[in-house]
Nanobody, 118 residues
Framework: QVQLVESGGGLVQAGGSLRLSCAASGRTSSSLSVGWFRQAPGKEREFVGRISWSGVSTYYAESVKGRFTISRDNAKNTIYLQMSSLKPEDTAVYYC???????????WGQGTQVTVSS
């Protein structure tokens, strides 16, 4: 069983930065990648980006490309989402999830709220 716990959300002004963390524990050896998603009020959950479990490759949604960066610390088994040049439309609950080999996204965290004020 794998657990993912997000942290680092908060209130920030437009143009500011914030770093979210996703701490992984449990049997993570069968993981292909970890992804970040977000859900704004009244909207569907949206893919933000992903990083391979090895940390070698990343992929981002067009809406955040160039502003957000995903990285991982292998020693801490933690995945980070560095968000810069934040916009009010980035306001959402941010989730991380794990992608096992041969399966869809699973082990969703509880989410962390990010609010960007204009």
């Amino acid at each position: 069983q794998v657990q993912l716990v997000e942290s680092g959300g908060g209130l920030v002004q437009a143009g500011g930065s914030l770093r979210l963390s996703c701490a992984a524990s449990g049997r993570t050896s069968s993981s292909l990648s970890v992804g970040w998603f977000r859900q704004a009020p009244g909207k569907e959950r949206e893919f933000v980006g992903r990083i391979s479990w090895s940390g070698v490759s990343t992929y981002y949604a067009e809406s955040v490309k160039g502003r957000f960066t995903i990285s991982r610390d292998n020693a801490k088994n933690t995945i980070y989402l560095q968000m810069s040049s934040l916009k009010p439309e980035d306001t959402a609950v941010y989730y991380c999830a794990r992608e096992p080999y041969g399966s869809s996204w699973t082990d969703w965290g509880q989410g962390t709220q990010v609010t960007v004020s204009s």
